[in-house]
């Protein structure tokens, strides 16, 4: 038996809804921005009172156990980047593409990662504590730290850019292509989202297919696909194409660009 979303969403809402300390679920990534397709795995996130995290997560695993074995699991060792507890399973009675990651979140924690111009308008399967209630982007707050992430990104990329060039002139392909890639193509990725989608410009390569122009993504995959022959050229016209992006970039111009749901700067 092959395991669908919709049998494993259903037991675990059927379980979890009625305990007092669960206040909310919700699905999170594709589904919050209406891309569920084949391929999409299953993001949960789930808000609890502070001290059932543990518990709720062992609730949450033996209930997936009940449904099939587990082939594969990862829980993020504490203190986790985003302060909020977080596994990935995968049943071995499903897709092979239908990972399920679930983060448990405090009902204290400030950040439930529910703003919707980055987060999207997440599909809530329950809230009893409206803590879907959440403030939108703000255009003030964007603008502030836009201004303080440009030059640090104009410093960086200008100070390792030699790092690709020095090991061009080596010829150490490998370390080449790898500098080229995260010091190159990664500041342009950013520097692009920051001028055709704001609001992700910190989420690099992912989304880009849906959210950059298809003359952008085309020009990025002929930088992205290289090889010894070619990577002194595209790195020379990554280069460029950094520094025409670059001078557009205004953090105040930015903020205009928000969506229009985003909460305006105070005067």
């Given at each position: 038996?092959?395991?669908?979303?919709?049998?494993?969403?259903?037991?675990?809402?059927?379980?979890?809804?009625?305990?007092?300390?669960?206040?909310?679920?919700?699905?999170?990534?594709?589904?919050?921005?209406?891309?569920?397709d084949a391929w999409s795995d299953i993001d949960l996130q789930l808000v609890v009172e502070d001290d059932q995290v543990e518990a709720i997560l062992a609730r949450l695993e033996a209930l997936l156990r009940q449904l099939s074995p587990i082939r594969i699991q990862y829980t993020?060792?504490?203190?986790?980047?985003?302060?909020?507890?977080?596994?990935?399973?995968?049943?071995?009675?499903?897709?092979?593409?239908?990972?399920?990651?679930?983060?448990?979140?405090?009902?204290?924690?400030?950040?439930k990662f529910l703003t919707p111009e980055i987060h999207g308008q997440a599909k809530f399967l329950f809230d009893k504590a409206g803590i879907s209630n959440v403030p939108h982007l703000d255009r003030g707050q964007f603008q502030e730290e836009t201004a303080r992430r440009l030059?640090?990104?104009?410093?960086?990329?200008?100070?390792?850019?030699?790092?690709?060039?020095?090991?061009?002139?080596?010829?150490?392909?490998?370390?080449?292509?790898?500098?080229?890639?995260?010091?190159?193509?990664?500041?342009?990725?950013?520097?692009?989202?920051?001028?055709?989608?704001?609001?992700?410009?910190?989420?690099?390569?992912?989304?880009?297919?849906?959210?950059?122009?298809?003359?952008?993504?085309?020009?990025?995959?002929?930088?992205?696909?290289?090889?010894?022959?070619?990577?002194?050229?595209?790195?020379?016209?990554?280069?460029?194409?950094?520094?025409?992006?670059?001078?557009?970039?205004?953090?105040?111009?930015?903020?205009?660009?928000?969506?229009?749901?985003?909460?305006?700067?105070?005067?």
């Amino acid at each position: 038996m092959t395991l669908t979303r919709e049998t494993i969403l259903k037991t675990l809402v059927d379980d979890l809804q009625p305990r007092p300390e669960v206040l909310a679920m919700w699905e999170a990534g594709a589904a919050a921005f209406g891309r569920v397709d084949a391929w999409s795995d299953i993001d949960l996130q789930l808000v609890v009172e502070d001290d059932q995290v543990e518990a709720i997560l062992a609730r949450l695993e033996a209930l997936l156990r009940q449904l099939s074995p587990i082939r594969i699991q990862y829980t993020l060792p504490q203190p986790t980047w985003h302060g909020h507890a977080q596994t990935f399973i995968l049943l071995a009675d499903t897709s092979p593409f239908l990972m399920l990651d679930l983060c448990v979140i405090k009902h204290s924690s400030p950040d439930k990662f529910l703003t919707p111009e980055i987060h999207g308008q997440a599909k809530f399967l329950f809230d009893k504590a409206g803590i879907s209630n959440v403030p939108h982007l703000d255009r003030g707050q964007f603008q502030e730290e836009t201004a303080r992430r440009l030059p640090t990104l104009r410093l960086m990329f200008d100070l390792f850019q030699i790092l690709t060039l020095k090991e061009i002139h080596r010829q150490n392909w490998l370390e080449a292509l790898a500098f080229y890639q995260g010091y190159t193509l990664r500041p342009l990725v950013e520097a692009l989202s920051y001028l055709y989608r704001p609001a992700h410009h910190h989420f690099h390569t992912r989304y880009v297919y849906y959210e950059l122009p298809p003359q952008v993504i085309a020009r990025l995959e002929s930088l992205y696909f290289v090889d010894k022959t070619t990577l002194a050229e595209r790195h020379k016209e990554a280069v460029a194409w950094f520094n025409e992006v670059f001078a557009q970039l205004d953090p105040q111009a930015l903020a205009a660009r928000l969506p229009k749901s985003a909460v305006p700067p105070q005067e």
